[in-house]
Nanobody, 117 residues
């Protein structure tokens, strides 16, 4: 079973930046499209950015022009660069596969992002 470990979250002021990382164990990471998801208190988990196995990114309209997703298959790692952060970006951020049937792997612990002055 693949294990996912997210890191890089924290407390940041509005307008600030953070870079999240997610490392996946195992050797099958490179064949999967990956996504960054977030869950705010009282809300459902949502997909905010995804990247194909070949590196083509796609981001949700709510974070377009602010968030950038990338991956390094040699390091089994997917990144989320978050700029111009807003209070509404506050959530726990998770990574997982971006698959037609839904995420394939068990969720990691996530990383908390809090945007507040």
């Amino acid at each position: 079973q693949v294990q996912l470990v997210e890191s890089g979250g924290g407390l940041v002021q509005p307008g600030g930046s953070l870079r999240l990382s997610c490392v996946a164990s195992g050797s099958i990471f490179s064949i999967y499209a990956m996504g960054w998801y977030r869950q705010a208190p009282g809300k459902q988990r949502e997909l905010v950015a995804a990247i194909t196995s070949g590196g083509k990114p796609n981001v949700a309209d709510s974070v377009k022009d602010r968030f950038t997703i990338s991956r390094d298959n040699a390091k089994n790692t997917v990144y989320l660069q978050m700029n111009s952060l807003k209070p509404e970006d506050t959530a726990v951020y998770y990574c997982n596969t971006d698959s037609h049937g839904g995420p394939l792997w068990s969720w990691g612990q996530g990383t908390q992002v809090t945007v507040s002055s």
